[in-house]
Structure formats: C-alpha cells, structure tokens
C-alpha cells in the first residue's frame, strides 16, 4: 500500500517558477517510478513527467525544457519544478505511483491533486 500527498500548487503569473512535491509513504520500496499528471478544466488528463527507480526521467513535449523532475530518497518526495511557465500549464497537477509486485499486474496509487493557475 502506497499513500500519495501534493503540495505546493497555487497562482503563479505566467513566466514565474512553482515547485510541487509528492510525498510518498507506506510501502515505498515496491515504487517502480512517479509519475506527474495533469488535468486542465475540460480536458484530458496529461503525463507531464516521469522518474523511474534508477533515476531515469521522461518529460512530455509540451513541458520539455521548462519542467524538471527528481527525487529526495531520504524523504521519500518525488519535486516537479516548473519555469517558464505558461497559461496552458493551467491544470490540477497528481502524482500516482506504480507498484510492481512481481506477480498479478502493476498497481496504480494516486494522490489527490494540487491545483495550478497560471494568469497571462
């Protein structure tokens, strides 16, 4: 069992910086990677960023350059920091977790999102 929490969503004006945290408790060690979506009023949710257990990380093209992921082992938080950013980053931001158990399909475990406005 995996609980998510976010933080650190708010208003930002567009082209200021914001940094949001997952904060993972239970049984982190099973974690295979943290993924960050996002879901904008009206429309499909997102993946914005992913960090896998040894570290490697994948950005989705729209957020490409402007948003980076990593990790604080010691704390178990997964850091979305984002720059640059835009009105179109509007949207509430979750992070899910994928658990890999060796046996039966992956779990998902997700938080409970953290909203982020944008003005122009």
């Known amino acids: 069992q995996v609980r998510l929490v976010e933080s650190g969503g708010g208003l930002v004006q567009a082209g200021g910086p914001l940094r949001l945290s997952c904060a993972a408790s239970g049984d982190t060690s099973s974690i295979s990677s943290i993924d960050w979506y996002r879901q904008a009023a009206g429309k499909q949710r997102e993946e914005v960023a992913t960090?896998?257990?040894?570290?490697?990380?994948v950005y989705a093209d729209s957020v490409k350059g402007r948003v980076t992921i990593s990790r604080d082992n010691t704390e178990n938080t997964v850091y979305l920091q984002m720059k640059s950013l835009k009105p179109e980053d509007t949207g509430v931001y979750s992070c899910v977790a994928v658990v890999r158990t060796g046996y039966g399909p992956p779990m998902e475990y997700w938080g409970q999102g953290t909203q982020v406005t944008v003005s122009s």
């Open positions: 960090i896998s257990s040894d570290g490697s990380t």
